[in-house]
């Protein structure tokens, strides 16, 4: 299975980006696509999270009411849109798969990654 996310970029503070992230390898019947994001010199944390079951979805407070997560069964693809970006957004933002659907937050329990897409927000 390989995971590619495209879209990062620079943008000025309160602008928007649209991130996607195409899954490929297999199909799956059940899974949870997730964004996370690591800034330089912190560890990676959780951004959002959608569920292909039920198309639930599962959002950090920090970007709750800015970005919105959503998906394309068939193209296997997941989106990010970002508004309102902040300067404090600025990571490497990085897409993974968790097969099972065993968790939105916990990193250790996506079982594929992909290459991560950097954005850049200025102020």
């Known amino acids: 299975v390989q995971l590619q996310a495209f879209g990062g970029g620079l943008v000025q503070a309160g602008g928007s980006l649209r991130l996607a992230c195409v899954a490929s390898?297999?199909?799956?019947?059940?899974?949870?696509m997730a964004w996370f994001r690591q800034a330089p010199g912190k560890e990676r944390e959780f951004v959002a999270a959608?569920?292909?079951?039920?198309?639930?979805?599962y959002y950090t407070d920090s970007v709750k009411g800015r970005f919105t997560i959503s998906r394309d069964i068939a193209k296997m693809t997941v989106y990010l849109q970002m508004d309102c970006l902040k300067p404090e957004d600025t990571a490497v933002y990085y897409c993974?798969?968790?097969?099972?659907?065993?968790?939105?937050?916990?990193?250790?329990?996506?079982?594929?990654w992909g290459q991560g897409t950097l954005v850049t927000v200025s102020s």
């Open positions: 993974g798969l968790d097969q099972w659907e065993t968790t939105w937050t916990r990193l250790d329990e996506y079982d594929y």
């Open positions: 390898g297999r199909t799956f019947s059940s899974y949870t």
């Open positions: 959608i569920r292909r079951s039920d198309s639930r979805t």
